[in-house]
């Protein structure tokens, strides 16, 4: 049996996570304005730029997700509302303070415990 999952194990895996789940939301975000301004207003042409940006970091919020996911051995249903969050406008916003409570809960760390600590000088 593998060991329980550490915080020096898992800190790496939570901030790329959290970085990937704010891109992802900007992105889809700007991707719906973008839909917007095509079929409403009709002032831009073509939304495709913003729509395969979005796609290409929707797959690496997915495994970074699923690393994070596989890390702290959680269930299916979690992992599955970590990866699909980034497919709803503002849910991912969500999702990822819900998944930095949930380690956060788990390792039994501080709200500040995954940030670094500069040096004192």
Do not use: Q
């Amino acid at each position: 049996m593998a060991a329980a999952p550490t915080a020096e194990s898992v800190r790496g895996a939570l901030l790329r996570y959290r970085v990937m789940a704010f891109v992802v939301g900007v992105t889809l975000l700007l991707f719906c304005v973008a839909i917007v301004l095509k079929y409403v207003t009709k002032t831009i042409e073509s939304d495709s730029i913003i729509a395969i940006a979005h796609g290409w970091l929707f797959m690496i919020y997915v495994l970074l997700g699923l690393d994070l996911g596989f890390r702290m051995r959680w269930s299916f249903g979690r992992l599955a509302l970590m990866t699909l969050s980034g497919m709803v406008p503002f849910l991912s916003f969500y999702a990822e303070h819900r998944v930095t409570g949930w380690v956060r809960a788990e390792l039994g760390s501080p709200a500040d415990a995954a940030l670094p600590v500069p040096p004192a000088g």
